[in-house]
């Protein structure tokens, strides 16, 4: 299989690991889900690239301020199921591109979605940035 290049925005399938399952001792995440790549850097010394996603949930947020709902028509537009939907902004996810959890779509064989619209990307970015400055990302190091 042929991986796309990991452009920020783009909603891709991952086997994403939260934090309280790291924290628990877990290394493998228990369920492929829509992600959202945040940031793809390149890195200079291995010649790949870094990148940063987020998880996209059905489980509405316990702090409205560490999620953002996914608009019923963007969720129609990445083919994902009419299920109310949030982008978490405090669980991050970091690995090398192609990473070992991404996955294909059931009945496809691709990995990707498809993009974010851009203003719900900015606004997941700025997000994830205040949280960071606010000390409130929970990152996991998938590599």
């Known amino acids: 299989m042929t991986f796309p290049a990991p452009l920020p925005g783009l909603v891709i399938r991952y086997a994403f690991l939260w934090s309280g399952e790291a924290a628990s001792g877990a290394t493998e995440g228990r369920k492929d889900r829509p992600c959202a790549i945040v940031v793809a850097a390149p890195r200079s010394e291995t010649g790949g690239t870094r990148v940063v996603v987020v998880p996209i949930t059905h489980t509405a947020p316990d702090d409205p301020g560490t999620s953002i ?59 994830v940035i205040a949280l960071d400055r606010a000390r409130r990302v929970k990152p996991v190091n998938r590599d």
């Open 69 to 127: 709902p996914i608009p019923a028509q963007v969720r129609v537009d990445l083919g994902l199921d009419t299920a109310p939907s949030w982008v978490r902004l405090d669980e991050l996810n970091v690995f090398a591109w192609p990473g070992y959890d991404l996955r294909t779509i059931p009945g496809t064989e691709t990995i990707v979605y498809g993009p974010l619209p851009k203003p719900l990307f900015e606004r997941i970015r700025t997000g």
